[in-house]
């Protein structure tokens, strides 16, 4: 597994660098300071993962994720911050970020890592308790109008509620493949990037 890390502080970024390199499945490319290296490093190296910061000198680590993400959706990012900030939470994940774990999480580290280089998205356990809190709104939507049925709707709120495409398919008596499929037709249909997207537009217009 490659990474990237970009982090203001360099002896943090260093640090990171020696510890994630005592396992032998990880390979650290190299290291950043601010968002415009992070953007820079993430074109040239093309990294399983860009652990980034969030609060950075010049371009913010959110900022250089809508970057990446502009030029490349499938890029796993995964933000490793000190800051439970609300209006960051939401930013990351509007993005498309694949993850955001704090920092003084660090025995969590190395399993995000594997876990976002497979595709998954992480969250920490501070944040998925408050999302229906800080997401939810007031808003409905109509999704009949965007010719999402009665059967994909229930598989959006299962989405929203954390549970994978195994899960779904147990409760809902289908197979994993037709919960994939309709996963994909909604993500089409509402032009969403991922789940964790989805997740986010449902409490939005809950």
Do not use: C, W
Not at 112 to 119: D, F, I, S
Not at 165 to 172: F, Y
């Amino acid at each position: 597994m490659k990474i990237v890390i970009v982090d203001d502080d360099r002896l943090v970024s260093l640090s990171l660098k020696t510890i994630l390199e005592t396992n032998n499945e990880i390979q650290v490319l190299a290291v950043g300071e601010n968002g415009e290296e992070a953007v820079l490093l993430y074109n040239t190296h093309k990294p399983d993962v860009l652990l980034m910061d969030i609060r950075m000198q010049g371009m913010s680590g959110l900022e250089a994720a809508g970057t990446i993400l502009k030029q490349d959706s499938s890029a796993n990012i995964l933000f490793l911050t000190t800051f439970l900030d609300d209006e960051y939470i939401v930013q990351a994940l509007h993005l498309g970020a694949k993850g955001y774990i704090l920092k003084q999480n660090f025995e969590s580290l190395i399993p995000a890592l594997k876990a976002v280089a497979n595709g998954q998205s992480v969250f920490g356990s501070e944040i998925i308790t408050r999302l229906p809190e800080f997401l939810a709104s007031s808003s409905s939507f109509d999704y009949a109008s965007k010719g999402i049925t009665d059967k994909e709707q229930e598989i959006i709120e299962l989405v929203a509620d954390g549970l994978s495409n195994r899960e779904i398919a147990r409760q809902l008596f289908l197979s994993e493949g037709t919960v994939r499929n309709y996963l994909s037709s909604v993500l089409e249909k509402l032009q969403l990037r991922d789940r964790t997207q989805l997740a986010v537009f449902y409490y939005q217009h809950r």
